[in-house]
């Protein structure tokens, strides 16, 4: 049974850092994209960042480029999202989720497999 845990989330001040981590169970991380996604109160669930299966190449949202930092932990099969320079507009529940695919640069806009619960960012002062 396929399942992704996200964990790191909580209330931070603008400006601030966190580090989000996405845990893998049943699945060969390596062979998975990995999406990082978050959604705001009112609003649609939005494509943060990506990395790719086979070779690690990532893909980020313009709102977070430059901030934000995604990365993997074969060995943990787990995924970072670090995030940096936080604002309030990067208050939302982020959620991780999975493609099972190889040999092509990851993207938001595509479908994926699976998906965790999600972790809620609070940035305010």
């Known amino acids: 049974q396929v399942q992704l845990v996200e964990s790191g989330g909580g209330l931070v001040q603008p400006g601030r850092s966190l580090r989000l981590s996405c845990a893998a169970s049943?699945?060969?991380?390596?062979?998975?994209?990995i999406g990082w996604f978050r959604q705001a109160p009112g609003k649609e669930r939005v494509g943060v960042s990506c990395i790719s299966s086979s070779d690690d190449r990532t893909v980020y949202a313009d709102s977070v480029r430059g901030r934000f930092t995604i990365s993997r932990d074969g060995a943990k099969d787990t995924v970072y999202l670090q995030m940096n320079s936080l604002t309030p507009e990067d208050t939302a529940v982020y959620y991780c989720?999975?493609?099972?695919?190889?040999?092509?640069?990851?993207?938001?806009?595509?479908?994926?497999?699976?998906w965790g619960r999600g972790t809620q960012v609070t940035v305010s002062s």
């Open positions: 049943g699945l060969t991380l390596g062979t998975y994209a």
């Open positions: 989720a999975a493609v099972h695919e190889s040999f092509r640069l990851c993207a938001l806009r595509r479908g994926y497999d699976y």
